[in-house]
């Protein structure tokens, strides 16, 4: 929507510029930690969620719950990002659900980097596997979905990097626990990161605002020592809740964010300030 050409704010009315009624807003990785937060957050903004996800985390019942929960519309879609023909796949059943899409949002990533491994040992094959669902899941979903947004009157791409495409990982905060990061998902999320800046100036001007959101340490019932070292390291003390990053997505998604492109919103409670 054109913004409305004015300098007298008594005209809008800004509860209305954060409602997503009956905007087809897709979520990969849907039912993961963060993702389940976000379709909740849009469902009661009142968006038509397009919960995608693999088969093992049933993304259809997930999103037929989401839908009955709030009384909304959702399609459950088995989706795997990092190939093209289960993306193209994705489109198609949108378009003959909804007629439309309205935004994107990238949640998903290979779980390989909790298993933390030496740099010296990356093996090629989990250097792939992290690259090609961080990285290529983030590219073909944003080639698929996206071009069809520019070419369509445009529309709202959220993806999320990390703070780790932001600093390096404090490899203290792993002592005395079995975590880690390990540099193949830094590097993919740097790629996030990158394409996401020329993505929202390629498509500027075809109304596709493309943003990012960087959490950190999402709070997952994590051991003990982990949430210890981390509550030293961060400047609020603490990690932080699932649905603390999806109040970002709702702005970002929505008209409230209308002048903001190229911009990546860290809710990581100023882990990166000092
Ligand atoms: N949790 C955190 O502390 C944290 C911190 C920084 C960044 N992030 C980022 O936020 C996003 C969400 O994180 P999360 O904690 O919810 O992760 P999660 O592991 O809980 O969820 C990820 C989801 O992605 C899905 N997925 C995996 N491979 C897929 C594929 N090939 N195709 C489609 N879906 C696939 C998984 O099934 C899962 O539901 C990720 O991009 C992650 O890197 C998370």
């Keep these: 929507m054109e913004p409305l050409r004015t300098t007298d704010a008594t005209q809008i009315d800004f509860r209305k510029k954060f409602d997503l009624t009956d905007k087809v807003i897709v979520i990969t990785g849907a039912c993961g930690l963060v993702g389940r937060a976000f379709c909740e957050a849009v469902a009661q ?25 709030n009384n909304t519309k959702a399609l459950g879609f088995v989706l795997n990002v990092a190939n093209r023909v289960s993306v193209e796949a994705l ?43 961080n990285l290529k899941g983030t590219f073909l979903m944003c080639q698929i979905i996206g071009c069809h947004m520019a070419e369509n009157g445009g529309g709202s791409v959220v993806n999320i990097p990390s703070t780790y495409s932001v600093v390096a990982p404090n490899q203290n905060l792993y002592k005395g626990t079995s975590l880690g990061c390990p540099a193949a998902y830094s590097a ?34 994590h051991e003990v020592q ?7 390291f ?24 209308s002048y903001v492109t190229g911009d990546n919103m860290k809710v990581e409670g100023g882990w990166t300030v000092w």
């Design 91 to 133: 489109k198609e059943s949108i378009l003959s659900s909804f007629g439309r899409i309205d935004g994107l949002v990238n949640a998903h990533q290979n779980k390989t980097h909790l298993k933390f491994e030496p740099f010296e040992s990356v093996s090629d094959e989990n250097w792939d596997t992290v690259v090609d669902v």
């Design 226 to 232: 982990f949430e210890e070292n981390f509550a030293r």
């Design 188 to 221: 993919s999320k740097g790629g996030i990161d990158a394409l996401s800046r020329y993505l929202a100036s390629y498509w500027a001007t075809k109304k596709v605002r493309v943003n990012m959101i960087t959490p950190h340490g999402v709070w997952n019932n």
């Design 234 to 257: 961060s400047p609020m003390e603490r990690l932080s809740y699932n649905h603390e990053v999806a109040s970002a997505l709702i702005y970002l998604l929505s008209d409230a964010s």
């Design 45 to 69: 903004f009142g968006g038509v969620v397009v919960a995608a996800d693999i088969e093992l985390a049933n993304p259809i019942q997930f999103a037929s719950e989401l839908a009955a929960r």
